[in-house]
């Protein structure tokens, strides 16, 4: 299956309308200056070294 632009565009607008309406995906909340942002694993993880590992990491 092949994506163009458009398509990963359309994709990350439909996450974000869903994250700031239903946040029905949404799996992780990112807490910062006294603000709560609710957030996609798979989206803050693809993009983010840090969150990519603190998902990944197991804890024994």
């Known amino acids: 299956m ?13 996450l974000n309308e869903e994250r700031t309406t239903t946040k029905d995906f949404c ?17 803050v993880g693809s993009f ?3 969150f990519k590992k603190m998902f990944t990491t197991k804890v024994e």
Do not use: M, R
């Open 2 to 14: 092949e994506f163009n632009n458009n398509h990963a565009t359309e994709i990350l607008s439909n």
């Open 27 to 43: 799996d992780f909340t990112i807490k910062a200056e006294g603000k709560q942002f609710p957030v996609h694993k798979c989206v």
């Open 48 to 50: 983010s070294e840090y």
